[in-house]
C-alpha cells in the first residue's frame, strides 16, 4: 500500500541530506515501528511522505509510492485532500492537533464532514463510536468538552480517535505515547493495535524508545544517521538484532532480569560531517577497518560489514 523508495530529504540551502536513501513498504493492517536516537531522520522521513516538512526542507529524490499513485508528484491540494481522509498523522502533543476554542464534538464532527459525504447526525454518532472506541468514558458528554477540560492522556486518545474516524489507510504517529506515563501508555497501545487490526488501517509508528515495540510491532526499521540500518519482523528484531547498533539500543532497554543497563557511548554523527565509510563505525563495538573505508547497502536486513550472528 505504501512503498517508499530510495527516499533522500535535504537542507536546501546547503544540500545536506537529513533522509539518506530510505526504502520500506507497509501493508495493509500493519504496524511498522520505526526508532532511531533523536535526530536519527525518523519524523523528516515520516513528514516527507506527505509534504510536512519545514520551511528549508525538501526531498530531493526517491518515490513515494501511497495506493499507487507518487506522493511527491501529486499537487498540494490532492495531498491535502489525503491528509486526514486516507492518511492521517498522531503528534506528539496533542494541544497542537486540537483546536482550543472549539468543543471535541465540533472539532470533529467537522473533521467527519470535510471528508465524508453524511448528515451532521450520523457523523455525530461516528464521533461517539469512535471516542468509545479509544476509552473516552461517557462519549456523548465528552463531545461538548473543551480540550483544555481534558487529562493529558484523555486529550491524545480524542486525537487517536480523530485518526481513525475516517477509517484512514494509513495513520503515521510521531512519538504519539512519549509525554504520556507509562501505564496509560500501553493502554493506547493496545487500543490502537486492536484497532488497526479491526479496520485493517496500516500504523508507521515513531519512536525513540524500541521497548515499546515489543509486543506491538510487527515489523521494525531501526534508523541511524539518516539512513535505515535494520529492518526486520519484530519477532526477528527482539530475538536477534543483526546490527550492533540495534543490539546497543536493545542493551538499554530495561528487562525482568537485567541488572545493568548498557549505555551506548558517543553520539550520533553531524550530517554535514559524516565519516568515511559507516555512519555508526566510530560509536560501533564491532569496528574493523573496512567499516571505516566502505559503507553497505541493506543486506538481509542490516546494513553492516560484521553483523551479529543470526539465529533466525
Ligand atoms: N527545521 C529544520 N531545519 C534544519 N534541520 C532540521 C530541521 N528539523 C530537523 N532538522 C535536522 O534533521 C535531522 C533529522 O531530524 P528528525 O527530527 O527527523 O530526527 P528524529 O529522529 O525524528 O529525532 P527526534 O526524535 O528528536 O524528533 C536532524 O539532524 C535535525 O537536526
Known sequence: MLDVENLVTAITATGTPIVRGVSFQVQPGQILGVV???GSGKSMMAYSLIDL??????????????????LTALPQARLRHLRGDRIAMIFQDPMVALNPVLT????????????????????????????????????????????????GGMRQRVVIA???????????????????????????IA?????????????LWITH???LL????DHVMVMYAGQ??????????????????????????????????????????ALDALPKGCAFAPRCPRVQPLCREQTLPVIDGSRCHFPLEASR
Open 228 to 269: 535505515v540500518i535494520e529492518t526486520a519482523s519484530a519477532d526477528q528484531i527482539f530475538a536477534a538484532p543483526r546490527h550492533p547498533y540495534t543490539a546497543a539500543l536493545m542493551e538499554a532497554v530495561p528487562v525482568p532480569g537485567r541488572t545493568r543497563l548498557v549505555n551506548l557511548p558517543g553520539v550520533p554523527p
Open 36 to 38: 532511531g536516537e533523536s
Open 53 to 70: 516538512l519545514p520551511r528549508g526542507i525538501a526531498i530531493s529524490g526517491g518515490r513515494v509510492s501511497f495506493d499507487g499513485q507518487d
Open 214 to 217: 515489543s509486543g506491538f510491532a
Open 104 to 151: 471535541i464534538g465540533e472539532q470533529m464532527v467537522e473533521a467527519v464532514l470535510a471528508h465524508r459525504p453524511v448528515s451532521r447526525k450520523a457523523a455525530h454518532a461516528r464521533c461517539i463510536e469512535v471516542l468509545g472506541r479509544v476509552g473516552i468514558p461517557s462519549p456523548e458528554e465528552r463531545m461538548r468538552a473543551y480540550p483544555h477540560e481534558f487529562s
Open 191 to 203: 487500543e490502537i493495535q486492536s484497532l488497526a487490526a479491526e479496520t485493517g488501517t496500516a500504523i
Open 162 to 188: 480523530i485518526a481513525f474516524l475516517n477509517d484512514p489507510a494509513l495513520i503515521i504517529a510521531d512519538e504519539a505515547t512519549t509525554a504520556l506515563d507509562v501505564t496509560i501508555q500501553s493502554q493506547i
Open 209 to 211: 524508545d524500541l521497548s
